[in-house]
């Protein structure tokens, strides 16, 4: 089963190659709940859970699901009741039927839902990365600015990250907070309006973009024409990419890094710097690799059909 929003180019790419393999494959939606998704299950005795999940295509008996790629669902839709009915709704889907795929016996999760949340606190990243022996750059999390002050005094120059990217809009638009160099000098009282994460800069000279699927790496190197940009997200016209073989200082580490968090999947990213080995910044334990496909020519749908493909039984 793949469990994903509508528009997903990348989950596209899979389903495309499993059907290619005659893989039966299920796809489906949170918001499709409940007008064209709905499911039953029953559990009696000590024999689990039994049911089904029945979309306007498919019929999936829930005992024979042998993997799950957990992709990118979008909310409950539940626009059509009054705010406090549609709170309700959506408690009980999220219990009901989260639950329920949460619980499925014998499957395969790319990634589970529960260790994809676990994984994306930002403090939790940079604690367990420093225990698997990778290089993490001077941190503070803090809503005290004297203390941000003072870490700006003591590392030098510092960038400004969220701790989560959540929706953010500007006049009814959806923007994007990038990674930014701080002054510190803008350090000011409004910092102790909230959390805030500020890093030590790294002088990088490319970025490391290591996807891990199962058993397999595969390491894109990413230039920037601009050696100022900090943020590669920013301005992908601006990038350069190669494959290369992942630095064997990492694998160990990362590979500790997801056994921590029971992952199977996970986009690492690292900065490279003028000396020394390469500095994690984040993983991802959902992250997108299909455009480094397209870039490098690396295998990486195959490798995730063939993890979900294979499953645990």
């Given at each position: 089963?793949?469990?994903?929003?509508?528009?997903?180019?990348?989950?596209d790419?899979?389903?495309?190659?499993?059907?290619e393999?005659?893989v039966?494959?299920?796809?489906?939606?949170?918001?499709?709940?409940?007008?064209?998704?709905?499911?039953?299950?029953?559990?009696?005795?000590?024999?689990?859970?039994?049911?089904?999940?029945?979309?306007?295509?498919?019929?999936?008996?829930?005992?024979a699901?042998?993997?799950?790629?957990?992709?990118?669902?979008?909310?409950?839709?539940?626009?059509?009741?009054?705010?406090?009915a549609a709170?309700?709704?959506?408690?009980q889907?999220r219990?009901?039927?989260?639950?329920?795929?949460?619980?499925?016996?014998?499957?395969?999760?790319?990634?589970?839902?529960?260790?994809?949340?676990d994984?994306?606190?930002?403090p939790?990243?940079l604690?367990?990365?420093?225990?698997?022996?990778l290089?993490?750059?001077p941190?503070?999390?803090?809503?005290?600015?004297?203390e941000?002050?003072?870490?700006?005094?003591?590392?030098?120059?510092?960038?400004y990250?969220?701790?989560?990217?959540?929706?953010?809009?500007?006049?009814?638009?959806?923007?994007?907070?990038?990674?930014?160099?701080?002054?510190?000098?803008e350090?000011?009282?409004?910092?102790?309006?909230?959390?805030?994460?500020f890093?030590?800069?790294?002088?990088?000279?490319a970025?490391?973009?290591?996807?891990?699927?199962?058993?397999?790496?595969?390491?894109?190197?990413?230039?920037?024409?601009?050696p100022?940009?900090l943020?590669?997200?920013?301005?992908?016209?601006?990038?350069?990419?190669?494959?290369?073989?992942?630095?064997?200082?990492?694998?160990?580490?990362?590979?500790?890094?997801l056994?921590?968090?029971?992952?199977?999947?996970?986009?690492f990213?690292?900065a490279?710097p003028?000396?020394?080995t390469?500095?994690?910044?984040?993983?991802?334990?959902?992250?997108?690799?299909?455009?480094?496909?397209?870039?490098?020519?690396?295998?990486?749908?195959?490798?995730?059909?063939?993890?979900?493909?294979?499953?645990?039984?």
């Amino acid at each position: 089963m793949v469990m994903t929003e509508a528009d997903d180019p990348t989950a596209d790419m899979v389903i495309e190659e499993l059907n290619e393999r005659d893989v039966p494959v299920a796809r489906f939606d949170s918001s499709d709940f409940p007008a064209s998704l709905s499911v039953s299950a029953d559990i009696n005795g000590l024999r689990g859970w039994r049911g089904w999940l029945r979309t306007p295509t498919r019929l999936v008996d829930l005992r024979a699901v042998r993997s799950l790629y957990f992709r990118r669902p979008n909310d409950f839709d539940f626009s059509h009741l009054e705010p406090q009915a549609a709170r309700f709704a959506a408690s009980q889907a999220r219990f009901g039927l989260g639950g329920l795929l949460a619980d499925l016996p014998g499957c395969l999760y790319v990634n589970h839902p529960n260790a994809i949340a676990d994984a994306e606190y930002k403090p939790v990243q940079l604690a367990a990365a420093t225990a698997a022996g990778l290089r993490v750059p001077p941190t503070i999390i803090t809503n005290d600015p004297a203390e941000a002050r003072a870490f700006a005094q003591g590392v030098g120059r510092i960038v400004y990250k969220p701790l989560y990217l959540g929706q953010y809009d500007r006049d009814g638009k959806p923007v994007s907070i990038w990674v930014k160099e701080v002054d510190a000098a803008e350090l000011d009282e409004s910092i102790a309006g909230s959390m805030h994460l500020f890093q030590a800069r790294c002088d990088k000279v490319a970025d490391l973009r290591v996807t891990v699927i199962g058993d397999q790496v595969f390491c894109v190197k990413i230039v920037a024409k601009d050696p100022d940009l900090l943020d590669w997200r920013y301005d992908y016209d601006n990038l350069s990419y190669s494959a290369i073989e992942p630095p064997v200082e990492l694998v160990d580490g990362m590979r500790a890094y997801l056994k921590r968090f029971d992952l199977v999947f996970g986009c690492f990213d690292f900065a490279v710097p003028k000396e020394g080995t390469p500095v994690f910044l984040e993983c991802n334990p959902n992250g997108q690799w299909g455009w480094l496909e397209d870039e490098t020519g690396l295998p990486m749908t195959a490798a995730l059909a063939d993890l979900l493909e294979r499953g645990t039984r």
